[in-house]
């Protein structure tokens, strides 16, 4: 069994290195140049017209997207974009809102959820290290760029912003996503899970009775 695992996964890497090669999947996708349309951003609430989800465009905007709520770690506030067809998403870059008050106007820390298909239930993304929580900025206005591996295949992304520190705060937040278009391969797979030393980690179906379905 464990010899029929691991070919199985062997078969799965070659099958799918030929269709994708995320080292060159890593152009922006183009919020920051409004090829991605206004009408593809929607949030859970934003403070005024000003601040409304598709001001978040990376660079150009003064403002960008501030929930109306203070953000800490128990939030859930989200900016949300729907990018029309599945693509691969390999890196996203975010920035504040530039502020003369330390420790304001930004997200220390951040979460995504994504789907493939607007029937599916929204999928909380986890890294190689099984964490869901991902370091954003350090401060209000200096981008910081963060490699998302694995990578996520979705037509729809939401970034949720977190503050760790004890105290909530406002945030506000601009951002681009880098990756290119999904062109095909390996989208789902059902096997029984097998020995641990071969669990599969990065899959995101679900898991019903030692079954990734």
């Known amino acids: 069994m464990k010899n029929i695992v691991c070919l199985f996964t062997l078969l799965l ?14 152009y922006p996708l183009g919020i920051e140049t409004g090829k991605i349309l206004d009408s593809a951003f929607s949030s859970s609430s934003h403070v005024n017209d000003s ?9 150009n905007e003064i403002t960008g997207w ?16 729907d990018l029309v067809n599945l693509t691969v998403i390999t890196l996203i870059e975010l920035q504040g ?11 220390d820390a951040f979460q995504i959820e994504y789907r493939r298909d607007r029937k599916q239930k929204w999928i909380k993304y986890k890294d190689f290290s099984e964490q869901y929580i991902l370091s954003g900025n350090v401060n209000s206005y200096i981008p910081t760029i963060r490699d998302i591996l694995p990578a996520i295949i979705a037509q ?18 601009r951002l681009e996503l880098y990756g290119c278009p999904y062109t095909g391969g390996l989208m789902s797979y059902t096997i029984p899970q097998g020995d641990k030393q071969f669990f599969d980690q990065t899959y995101d179906g679900e898991n019903q009775n030692g079954i990734l379905k």
């Open 13 to 26: 890497s070659i099958s799918y290195t030929k269709q994708l090669n995320l080292e060159t999947c890593r």
């Open 156 to 173: 729809e992304i939401r970034i949720i912003p977190i503050v760790t520190g004890l105290i909530p705060r406002h945030i506000c937040m």
């Open 97 to 107: 809102k530039f502020s003369l008050t330390p420790n304001e106007q930004f997200a």
């Open 66 to 81: 501030c929930p109306f709520n203070k953000i800490s770690s128990t939030t859930y506030e989200y900016i949300q974009i």
């Open 51 to 59: 601040t409304i989800a598709s001001k978040a465009r990376i660079r």
